[in-house]
């Protein structure tokens, strides 16, 4: 176990190091990279006086080596809009971002989770069909346009919710209904396939035969083990679906990482760029990783062979 | 002797007959279908020009909402047809999303082969550079890669068809590395086929059908990649008019004009739609795992 661990750790490291890499020689194919941390207007002498106050002069695995020195300790440069450390500054968005996160895993969750169930239970009927398709559409909406039809509705003609910016519970309902709907979507269709897989194993069958109610054996024989491999796949499409926070974030002008990022990359703000980058890889890599060990740990047939 | 009667232990299974048996494929053709007719006929069928201006009709509501019929889904602040535009721009999010589609294939079968039939190291480097690029935060480090690059037709296919290999490349990796132990691929290397006939002709034939499958599974991401990253701005070129731009130019009038950013939006959702319902019963059809699912 110890071992494992240890190993998909490893590998872990092996990536972000190669989120880096990607991001170094992103920079490097622009043909100067000094053009793209600095302002259009700045002047040539500007420009050379950055360059060599950077280090760009030196060759290129030596730029290289310090690039990714630098990131692994936590060094992302320099902010040009807001003239201060660009890790400092990035974190201080993250948690915007994982609020409005969380509450859309939780609407995900507290929707998708019956609603699947449902399907499953209810398969091949008027009512999975509906359920199957509504979940298909949630996946198919674009959600910056989602989101403008909640501040349509919901903003602008009924006047529930505030439409935009931070402050209460309140302004967090919008944004995260806009990202939750795909997940739920996603939650839903995971959820049924792997219940209705768990359904046909024998020890249902067995369970039946000895007299067992249904609603007994759905709740605590199939979803026991049709949640594993559901939580898996939809621990991954977390992460994708997380990218559209930071266009949702735009669109309700909601002040996380992903507008920070966003409008970093309209200013040209690129050291903004890549810490925000980088720091999205970290997430991902970690989530990857917890949800490996934890898998492991939960399902003692994987431990085996991983051992 | 009595004469042996055989008879199949399991039950008979329902045929699966062709993807047209299912309701919910038909409805998905309808709606892709109607889509792309638009999309292609866009040039005769448009009552305007998508380009043309007409400042003293702008912002005009839809037919249905009060409006006149010279404008059945209304005009945008520069007096535009909504309609007109929204036929249009279906020609860029469908050019966009074959073209990535072609790259993104093309690129993952090739590394999947390659990474699946060689082994050893060059799969371990495969495989970590496709474990890299899925940490990578799709949608932003596309937006920072156009932002880079210059914001064209050209960079924003290119990045999609980049960005999206590595789910081509591990699935046809999987393929290839149950079929390298199959008899026929054995039979073929004993009778001494090169390696590079042996992918040829025995191991990518069989794997082409997987393509359409993950095909169906891609392509709904990449029209909704390119839908947002043109309404940020950063995809397609501004006078171009495509789904995702048409949304943003509404954005300041979501109050006032709503029919700006819906009617391109809801053309979105019925493309993706489509192809998704297309895609879950192509799923089902080819995969028989998932057909027992269903």
């Known amino acids: 176990m110890g071992a494992y661990i240890a190993r998909r750790l490893g590998y872990s490291i092996i990536t972000l190091i190669g989120v880096a890499t990607i991001l170094f020689f992103l920079l490097q194919a622009t043909g100067d990279p000094a053009l793209v941390y600095l302002p259009q207007r700045a002047s040539a002498a500007d420009v050379e006086a950055f360059r060599e106050a950077h280090g760009f002069n030196d060759p290129i695995l030596v730029q290289y080596a310090r690039f990714i020195t630098n990131f692994l300790t936590g060094d992302f440069g320099e902010s040009l809009n807001f003239g201060r450390p660009a890790l400092g500054l990035v974190m201080e968005f993250v948690p915007a971002t994982v609020s409005l996160a969380l509450a859309a895993t939780i609407i995900a969750v507290v929707v998708g989770v019956p609603l699947g169930i449902l399907a499953a239970v209810k398969r091949g009927t008027a009512a999975d069909t509906l359920l199957m398709t509504g979940a298909l559409t949630g996946l198919s909406i674009p959600d910056f346009w989602l989101g403008l039809m909640l501040i349509l509705v919901f903003g602008v003609e009924l006047g529930w919710f505030p439409i935009s910016g931070r402050g209460g519970l309140d302004h967090l309902v919008l944004p995260a209904v806009t990202v939750g709907v795909a997940m739920a979507g996603s939650l839903a269709r995971l959820l049924r396939s792997n219940l209705i897989d768990a359904l046909g194993q024998d020890y249902i069958r067995t369970a039946r035969a000895m007299g067992i109610r249904w609603s007994k054996i759905v709740a605590k024989h199939a979803l026991k083990n049709a949640s594993l491999p559901s939580l898996t796949s939809f621990a991954l499409q977390v992460a994708l679906i997380l990218t559209g926070v930071f266009v949702v974030e735009v669109v309700f002008a909601y002040p996380g990482m992903g507008r920070l990022v966003i409008n970093a990359i309209n200013q040209r703000d690129f050291a903004v760029v890549q810490t925000g980058i980088f720091l999205a890889g970290v997430a991902y890599v970690l989530l990857n990783l917890v949800v490996d060990v934890v898998y492991t740990y939960l399902d003692p047939r994987i431990r085996l062979v991983a051992d | ?294």
């Open chain 2, 1 to 294: 002797m009595v004469g042996l009667q055989i008879t199949s232990s399991t039950p008979v299974r329902r045929r699966p007959g062709t993807i047209w048996r299912h309701k919910s494929a038909i409805f998905g053709l309808i709606l892709f279908g109607s889509m792309l007719i638009g999309a292609l006929l866009a040039g005769w069928v448009s009552p305007y020009d998508p380009g043309a201006q007409d400042l003293s009709a702008s912002l005009q509501p839809p037919a249905f909402a009060g409006g006149s019929t010279e404008h059945l889904l209304g005009t945008d602040r520069l007096g535009r047809d909504i309609l007109s535009r929204v036929l249009h721009g279906g020609r860029i999010s469908l050019l966009v999303a074959v073209a990535a589609f072609a790259i993104q294939s093309t690129v993952g079968t090739l590394l999947g082969l390659l990474s699946g039939y060689l082994g050893g190291r060059v799969d371990q480097v495969i495989m970590r550079i496709a474990d890299i690029q899925l940490a990578l935060p799709g949608l932003v480090a596309l937006l920072a890669a156009v932002a880079i690059f210059g914001p064209s037709l050209f960079n924003l296919i290119l990045f999609l068809g980049i960005a999206g290999w590595p789910g081509y490349a591990r699935i046809v990796r999987s393929e290839v590395l149950s079929l390298r132990e199959r008899d026929f691929v054995e039979a073929a290397r004993v009778l001494g086929a090169t390696r590079g006939r042996i992918l040829r002709a025995h191991i990518l034939p069989n794997v082409l059908t997987s393509l359409i499958v993950i095909a169906t599974i891609a392509t709904p991401g990449v029209i909704l990649a390119e839908a947002s990253l043109s309404f940020l701005g950063l995809g397609a070129p501004p006078d171009v008019p495509t789904w995702g731009t048409m949304v943003n130019d509404g954005r300041p009038f979501i109050a006032t004009a709503w029919w700006v950013s819906m009617f391109p939006g809801l053309a979105i959702v019925v493309t993706v739609l489509g192809i998704n319902l297309l895609g879950d019963t192509i799923r089902d059809v080819m995969d028989p795992r998932s057909r027992r699912l269903r």
